[in-house]
């Protein structure tokens, strides 16, 4: 059973910063891609930043600049710093990772935390 634990959501000003956490546990042979995806009240979900096993990311044209998406190989762990918050990053932010265990390579979601940025 493979499990994605979010951690780091909360509500802090605008301007302010937050730093989210996930940690992938279960019979995990190999762990691909790690994301973020966020959706927001009334929105489709978005990806916010992606990166791969050797560390290059990809980030929304939204955030750029101001987070950064980082992993631990060994830890099996995904980060996203998120600086100078903005109220329209308000949403419910999900990790994402694709991984492959002995019996299959899928996509995996963690359970989302909520992140409020009030202005």
């Known amino acids: 059973q493979v499990q994605l634990l979010e951690s780091g959501g909360g509500l802090v000003q605008a301007g302010g910063s937050l730093r989210l956490s996930c940690a992938v546990s279960?019979?995990?042979?190999?762990?691909?891609?790690m994301g973020w995806y966020r959706q927001a009240p009334g929105k489709e979900r978005e990806m916010v930043a992606v990166i791969n096993s050797v560390g290059s990311p990809n980030y929304a044209d939204s955030v750029k600049g101001r987070f950064t998406i980082s992993r631990d190989n060994a830890k099996n762990t995904q980060y996203l710093q998120m600086n100078s918050l903005k109220p329209e990053d308000t949403a419910v932010y999900y990790c994402?990772?694709?991984?492959?265990?002995?019996?299959?390579?899928?996509?995996?979601w963690g359970q989302g935390t909520q992140v409020t940025v009030s202005s």
């Open positions: 279960g019979d995990i042979l190999r762990i691909h891609v």
């Open positions: 994402n990772a694709d991984l492959s265990t002995r019996m299959t390579l899928r996509s995996y």
